[in-house]
């Protein structure tokens, strides 16, 4: 390798299988921002639920190998190319590719990129009910946070040890049927249609506009990230919108960090 060239740590994956297959690896040349690009200098490095199928290859796509992983991020602008004129050295911002709002500090900043986008995007229709199941994710609590603030009725089931034993001893869809009434719910945010489907199919019998609609950012238009950037950054500054972090890892635990994620119960925030 060149002298005097700059390196930097990464993890990366040769392989797919476990958690084991990250490998973290410290003599990785520094990138080199082309034409609307940037470099972002990461602080802080989100694990997003779909990175743990991928690395373990059951994902719907493959990546091609060495992959490495990690889609949300936040961090500051170490360089900018001269066709990337939004932006400059030293900003603070977090993937795709947004000013970090000053009230959040770095390890908030993974938490605004695909939990809250995808939150937003799944609840901006017109609706007075939502029930939130894994409400205590992060995708689930930033529903919560949203669907608060436009004054819509929110519920919310839970994937901790307490909750199963609720779950397993009382009905919760007769519970949520008395609390909402006739009108019913409006919108379910489901993170485990596997698992929940057949019930939310249940909550909405006799609504005869009911159906079942995939969300993705995938699908969305620049003007709409612009708009879900737009609304949830006024969110945070006016503090309206707070993201929840659960557990942290430094990167040399990166394997630990996606176990949990694939295993764990009860996850709270990102």
Known sequence: MATG???????????FGRPEVLKLQSDIAVLIPKDHQVLIKVQAC???????????????????LPHTPGS??????????????????????????????????????????????????????????????????????????????????VLG??????????????????KINKYV?????????EILANVNLSKDLMIVVGNRESGTIGVTL??????????????????MEIGWLKPVIGSQYPLEKVAQAHETTTHGSGATGK
Do not use: W
């Open 5 to 15: 060239q700059k390196l930097m740590r990464a993890v990366r994956v040769f392989e």
């Open 72 to 153: 949300d991020v936040a961090g500051m602008i170490e360089a900018v190319r001269d066709k990337a004129p939004a932006f400059k050295k030293g900003d603070r911002v977090f993937t795709s590719i947004y000013k970090l709002p000053e009230k959040l500090d770095f390890k908030q900043g993974p938490a605004m990129s695909i939990p809250y986008f995808s939150a937003y995007r799944a609840l901006i229709r017109s609706a007075r009910g939502v029930l939130v199941h894994g409400a205590t994710g992060e995708v689930g609590l930033t529903a919560c946070q949203i669907a608060r603030v436009y004054g819509l009725k």
């Open 181 to 189: 009434g006739e009108k019913g719910i409006d919108v379910i945010i």
């Open 157 to 174: 089931t839970a994937g901790t040890e307490e909750g199963q034993k609720v779950v397993l001893e009382v009905n919760y869809t007769d």
């Open 46 to 64: 989100g694990v997003n639920p779909a990175e743990t199928f991928i690395h373990s290859g059951t994902y719907s796509t493959k990546p091609p």
């Open 218 to 235: 995938l699908s969305s238009t620049k003007e709409e990230f612009q708009q879900y950037a737009a609304a949830l950054q006024a969110g």
